[in-house]
């Protein structure tokens, strides 16, 4: 039997150790539901599950996806200061931001090459890179 988007969204929640409350469901199930992956806003997450009819608020969407990156299941893409993307591929690669679109999208990590970084300050480690290339229209 094929599983449901409801079912792939509870499996993915429970395997990150996350309790499946009817909520967190309804926003996985748009992340996740169709074995894809996918980069969103905060506020495009709330538009979906407003137009698929789940009753969240904008702070529950923003607290989950919290609760989402804590638990390893989502990454964060700050873009500027003031703007963030989620993923739902938490492998390592590198994305282009396309300025005019305002769109996040997969860039292709086999043409990236970072030959070196600097040293980290005595007393702490690199964590990660987040290397995201601007896109503009010419």
Not at 126 to 137: E, F, H, N, T
Request: overall charge negative; aromatic content about 8%.
């Amino acid at each position: 039997m094929t599983p449901t988007p409801a079912d792939i969204a509870t499996n993915w929640l429970e395997t990150a150790g996350l309790r499946p409350t009817r909520q967190r469901v309804a926003l996985a199930e748009l992340l996740v539901g169709d074995g894809k992956h996918r980069h969103f806003t905060a506020e495009s997450l709330f538009d979906a599950a407003k137009d698929k009819g789940a009753a969240v608020s904008l702070a529950t969407v923003y607290n989950t996806l919290r609760a989402f990156c804590d638990a390893g299941v989502l990454q964060e893409i700050t873009v500027d200061g003031s703007k963030s993307y989620f993923d739902t591929n938490t492998h390592d690669h590198p994305h282009f931001y396309w300025e005019d679109e305002g769109r996040l999208s997969d860039a292709p990590s086999d043409q990236l090459v970072i030959k070196s970084l600097p040293a980290a300050p005595q007393g702490v480690e690199i964590a990660s890179v987040d290397v995201v290339i601007r896109l503009r229209k010419i």
